[in-house]
């Protein structure tokens, strides 16, 4: 297979919006207008072999940066089968504020195709239209309740350290929700967030997995959070509370211990944030700690890292096998991908996932959408400050995708 590479400039002068590219029916990896868009599928490859396929690629390129790349989600049950895409043409912005086009397959012989101008060309957003809609748990909210409370005994017994409860809701409509404009809502309320779309999945995650950028390597976990309400002063107080809370604080250090205790084998350095921070988003603000460091050579791929480190305690729970052994028992559904990983992977094993958090997974139709959010549990959680939590945390994708 061939791969070709350019300056956007080869083809036009004008700099796309990402999300007009990837539109309704392509792909989206994308953090402050920096990441990618993509259209048409060149391949589908095993999640384990992606990094072995690209890197056999025939690559003609003039940007040694850029290379060609697969993305995708990683399911939240540890070692579960997937595959990744590796799109026909990509348009990546860098931080820098270049932007190139990577060509796969049959389009790497004829780049002056229309087609590949047609798929990096803005997409007109579709006139908004009134819609009908309705929300149903898909889990009763006494079922979640119970759950919450047994995962609360679990950690009481000692059995646990945390684990973490979710509950599914479904939206439905009376027509296909339109995937351009949600993204285009994502962008203006969670521009700082990772907003995704790869397969029907889409979302605005805020919190960083793993990234590995050549020899260095990152992550920002996220574990604990509070409501926001708009007014500055009070939002001010409930980040205070935030930081104080001894139940917050627990169940953040359980994810951060973890983290970088799975990460330090590969890395010759790691270092993180001595306390936490607060990481507002539009809705809900969390603790947060950074970490990076440089990785050993060789150094491990970043599928190797999401592998190692997915699912974290903060939406699996600790120690992992007995948290994720208990949510699969009382949770009363199957998480799929949600609470997984999202992102891409390049040629050189380089690339960033975010957790696959703050999602809608869309029915084949679009008339559809299960959104799901949880919370971590632990000794001192009470089960309906815990439902509070997870209502917060539905308002990302709800005020995205339900709107005239």
């Known amino acids: 297979m061939k791969a070709l590479t350019r300056p956007l400039a080869a083809w036009t002068d004008t700099v796309p919006d990402l999300n007009d590219v990837a539109a309704g029916d392509g792909y989206l ?41 697969a993305l995708g989600v990683v399911p939240f049950v540890p070692g579960s089968a997937g595959e990744l895409v ?4 990509t348009v990546r912005k860098s931080a820098e504020g270049d932007t190139t086009v990577t060509l796969v ?8 195709d229309p087609a590949v101008t047609a798929a990096i ?7 908004a239209r009134a819609s009908s809609w ?10 979640y309740l119970d759950a919450v409370r047994t995962a609360r005994a679990a950690v009481r017994a000692d059995d646990l350290v945390k684990a973490v409860i979710a509950r599914p809701i479904l939206v439905e409509a009376d027509a296909p929700i ?24 889409i979302g605005a995650s805020p919190e960083l997995l793993v990234e590995v950028d050549g020899p260095v390597v990152r992550s920002h976990p996220l574990a604990g959070t509070a409501p926001r309400t708009g007014d500055v002063d009070n939002d001010a107080r409930i980040a205070e509370d935030l930081v104080a809370s001894t139940k917050n604080q627990v169940e953040h250090r359980v994810v951060i211990d973890v983290v970088h205790d799975t990460l330090l084998p590969w890395a010759s350095y790691l270092d993180w944030e001595p306390e936490p921070s607060i ?3 539009a809705n809900v603000q969390h603790l947060g700690t950074r970490m990076e460091g440089m990785l050993s050579q060789p150094s491990p791929s970043v599928i190797e890292l999401v592998r190692a480190l997915c699912p974290t305690p903060a939406l699996g729970g600790h120690p992992r ?45 679009r008339r559809s959408a299960r959104l799901v959010a949880g919370g971590g549990i632990v000794a001192d959680s009470d089960p309906h400050a815990e439902l509070a939590e997870t209502q917060a945390k539905f308002q990302a994708m709800l005020s995205a995708v339900i709107r005239p």
């Open 178 to 201: 339109d995937v351009h404009a949600v993204l285009r809502r994502l962008r203006a309320s969670f521009g700082s967030s990772y907003r995704y779309s790869v397969d029907g999945l």
């Open 134 to 143: 309705s929300i149903r748990p898909l889990v009763e909210v006494d079922h």
């Open 29 to 69: 990896f994308v953090r402050n207008r920096v990441g990618l868009a993509a259209r048409g599928v060149a391949a589908r490859v095993p999640i384990d072999d992606a990094v072995e396929f690209l890197a056999a690629i025939d690559h003609d390129t003039t940007v040694d940066t850029v290379r060609p790349l």
């Open 279 to 281: 990481v507002t988003v």
């Open 321 to 365: 096998e007995a948290a994720i052994d208990l949510i699969r028992r009382v949770e009363g559904f199957e998480r799929g991908r949600y609470g997984g990983a999202v992102g891409w992977v390049d040629a050189e094993g380089d690339g960033t996932w975010a957790v696959a958090i703050r999602c809608a997974e869309l029915s084949h139709d």
């Open 121 to 127: 060309a803005d997409r007109p957003v579709q006139q």
């Open 86 to 89: 590796v799109p026909e043409v």
């Open 105 to 112: 397959g049959e389009l790497a012989d004829r780049p002056d």
